[in-house]
């Protein structure tokens, strides 16, 4: 980690100024430990069997996964040895456990689950990619000038939010305009 900044410390007593050569992180910190780590595993072991499980902790590896927990092979190449409707089935069930999400045909693993490596270069990266997933993923309002370059960093060009919402069944759907409180 790069300093930010010295403590200087202050005897109250005396008046005395020492100075402490103590580093103090240039980040915000990231959310890991034991709550989020232990817990994200926990689900894993929980939700899928055993060959899954391997298979899941397997995708985090420096040759599969980038900086930003991003898959770098698609889903495809990451399991040739799954039949399609396995690999459909076991795409749905990660996603629907938050373990990988799609965002403009990129998946991401669950920074929460894998701490993500982060860039040197960018201030703040492992922070900024935990923000990343949960604006996306999770909370849609929690949004920064920072999150939004970093979203594009990721990603690159962001995905517009589209006027309309397909409402109706299969026959009968039709292309409306989104109304004033689904925004």
Known sequence: MKSKSVLALFNQETG???????????????????????????????????????????FFDNKLVDYH???????????????????????????DNMVIQEYNKRLM??????????DANIRNSRYL???????????????????MQHAEHMFGKLISTSAYIKVGSK????IINKPKSCE
């Open 16 to 58: 005395e100024i020492g100075n402490v050569s103590a580093k103090l992180p240039d980040s915000k910190y990231t959310k890991k430990g034991h709550k989020m780590y232990n817990y994200g595993f926990r689900e894993v072991v929980k939700n899928f069997t055993k060959d899954e499980a391997i298979r899941i902790i397997d």
């Open 69 to 95: 927990n991003l898959l770098m092979p698609s889903f495809l190449e990451l399991t040739k040895s799954m039949d399609s409707a396995t690999r459909s089935r076991f795409k749905r069930k990660l996603i």
């Open 171 to 174: 026959e009968y759907a039709k």
């Open 109 to 118: 693993l669950n920074p929460y689950i894998f701490l993500p490596r982060g």
């Open 129 to 147: 990619t935990q923000k990343v997933w949960e604006w996306l993923f999770m909370d849609k309002d929690t949004v920064s000038e920072e999150i």
